[in-house]
């Protein structure tokens, strides 16, 4: 009888390198992690990534293919990367590099996808026909799942919903425009309008606490924050129409976001209710490497 389907993945973060092998039901059975290093180089991540990847391998030998996740985006031309925080994998071909290192096909992806894809298969969004996948942290991104399948586009610019502008006099952004929903919604963004209008520097976690807290400088930054938040997913929703929005990254722990900012999507979209369901991730951390075995 033939060995049940198992499937390795790869996150490439900026801190660390996680590698995974699930098992045929989505579970972990293995799990390896290291130090990205990424202040020694290109070079050296590729070496990092080569032992996870032989790890790995070795705990599953017949994986004919690899999963691996990234931040930044992938060109569909010639698969270079670009906007990666880790900014030395910038323009350099690493999915060739990366072929030719470890000797095996892969397939590689962005980080909002590979979170998209873990949560919609063996997470939130389970049983939901077309999930949306949102991260919200540092900065914003999505990605789209059909029916178990990622929805990548021929331009690989699916769920790319950061750079949505919605407000044309807003911040600029390193992308060209103004007031992208990520200079808009992003940890970032709530810290600088609380900087701006109190001249104090706050972490967007201590921003929500003096929210709860009844503050009067943080409830303004915050309900414009949840506001914001509502007219960027209705916009989504009123494209897509998802079954279920999966929230994940540091502003996902925002309770919150939940009711308040359901309610505020609610007030934007082209509709006289919401049924959408936004949930809170439940991988965690484990999304994206989950997520990039998924891939396979
Ligand atoms: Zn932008």
Not at 89 to 117: H, K, M, S, T
Not at 274 to 288: E, K, M, V, W, Y
């Amino acid at each position: 009888m033939s060995q049940p389907q198992r499937r390795i993945g790869i996150d490439l973060g900026g801190t660390k390198i996680e590698g995974v092998v699930l098992d045929a039901e989505n579970r972990p059975l293995f799990r390896q992690r290291l130090a990205t290093e990424s202040a020694q180089g290109y070079d050296h991540i590729i070496e990092r990534i080569a032992l996870i990847a032989d790890a790995c391998r070795r705990a599953a030998p017949e994986c004919a293919t690899i999963g691996i996740g990234t931040p930044g985006a992938i060109s569909s031309r010639d698969g270079t990367l670009k906007n990666s925080n880790t900014t030395c994998l910038n323009g350099r071909p690493l999915y060739e590099d990366l072929i030719e290192r470890l000797g095996i096909p892969l397939v590689l992806e962005n980080d909002a996808n590979c979170f998209a894809l873990a949560e919609a298969v063996a997470g939130a969004g389970r049983g939901a026909a077309l999930v949306f996948g949102i991260i919200l942290g540092t900065g914003v991104g999505g990605g789209i799942v059909y029916r178990g399948e990622l929805w990548r586009g021929p331009q690989h610019l699916a769920g790319e919903w950061g750079h949505h502008a919605i407000d044309p006099a807003g911040p600029s952004c390193y992308c060209g425009q103004r007031g992208c929903v990520e200079t808009l919604i992003a940890g970032p963004a709530v810290e600088r309008e609380y900087r701006h209008l109190t001249g104090v520097a706050l972490a967007t976690a201590e921003i929500v606490a003096a929210y709860r807290r009844g503050d009067a400088a943080a409830t303004e930054v915050f309900l414009r924050f949840i506001d914001r938040f509502g007219r960027a997913v209705a916009n989504l929703v009123d494209i897509l129409d998802p079954e279920a929005i999966v929230l994940g990254g540091g502003l996902s722990n925002i309770d919150e976001l939940y009711k308040l900012g359901h309610a505020a999507v609610a007030r934007y979209v082209f509709n006289d209710e919401l049924r959408t369901p936004i949930r809170r991730n439940q991988l965690g951390d484990s999304a994206g490497v989950i997520g990039a075995a998924l891939l396979v």
